[in-house]
């Protein structure tokens, strides 16, 4: 039976690279991405056969991808972060689902081994840059609404607000979208005190990593571009100061036992 590997690669460092991930991508001999995540995969890309898609192509890889495995080859579908937040794992078991329901015409794809391999989140890595921000229940939200009406992102905006979530921001900004992470921030200080601490993550592992500690009411969208994560804390959440070192944590309630 053909292979399909489903994989997350991390959100840029190779150190970052799954094990599991690591084994498949050797095992592969074709791999679908968009190109800037091929590049990122350095010296593990050696030999390998490169269908590069553009940023918008997205079930365009996914199609492609189902296609090279149904033909036998080896084939990794590879996105950065884990591939089942926001990411391609969902388009595979969309079309899957279609061709199931006879609006495909692809039956090869039903033969084709499907395992999807978790990679680590742009969140997890913002929060362990900064400490332990995700330290109690959180959620993440994405500020596009190319797929989502905005009506949807509004309430649920509301709704992290109500519950007092820490969330993560994907998607914050883009060249055409400047407005939806202002909304936000007002959306949360309705909730929330503007000193709640505010981590802007850009280029997370990466070389051209940047850190930003900030708060609910200095956070701007003008700060913020593509490559960027945006992650705001609850109520509880707190800024530290040691020195030159700076955290942030969410407390999970081990106060009333300290």
């Not at 593990?44 to 036998?72: D, M, Y």
């Not at 090869?108 to 929060?127: F, H, K, N, T």
Request: aromatic share 8%; charged share 20%.
């Amino acid at each position: 039976m053909s292979k399909l590997f489903v994989m997350g690669m991390g959100p840029g460092d190779l150190g970052l690279v799954a094990p599991n991930a690591t084994k498949a991508l050797a095992v592969c001999s074709d791999w679908v991405a968009y190109g800037y995540y091929l590049d990122l995969l350095g010296e593990l890309s050696e030999g390998k056969t490169f269908h590069n898609l553009p940023l918008g192509e997205e079930i365009g890889r996914a199609r492609l991808a189902l296609t090279l495995a149904a033909q036998g080859k080896e084939t990794a579908l590879i996105s950065s972060g884990d591939i089942g937040i926001y990411a391609m794992a969902t388009l595979v078991f969309e079309l899957l689902d279609l061709q199931l329901q006879g609006k495909e015409n692809h039956p090869e794809w039903l033969d084709v081994d499907i395992e999807v391999i978790p990679g680590i989140s742009a969140m997890q890595a913002g929060a362990s840059r900064v400490g332990a921000m995700l330290g109690h229940d959180f959620c993440t939200i994405s500020l596009s609404d190319l797929l989502t009406p905005w009506e949807t992102i509004d309430k649920r905006l509301h709704a992290c607000g109500a519950g007092d979530f820490v969330v993560s921001f994907y998607n914050p900004v883009s060249k055409k979208r400047d407005w939806q992470l202002n909304h936000a921030r007002d959306v949360l200080l309705q909730y929330r005190p503007a000193s709640t601490p505010v981590m802007i993550g850009r280029q997370l592992t990466r070389p051209e990593e940047d850190i930003t500690f900030t708060t609910l009411g200095e956070l701007n969208a003008k700060d913020v571009d593509m490559f960027t994560m945006v992650s705001v804390g609850n109520s509880d959440t707190k800024h530290i100061v040691n020195g030159e070192k700076e955290w942030i944590y969410t407390p999970r309630g081990y106060s009333k036992k300290l």
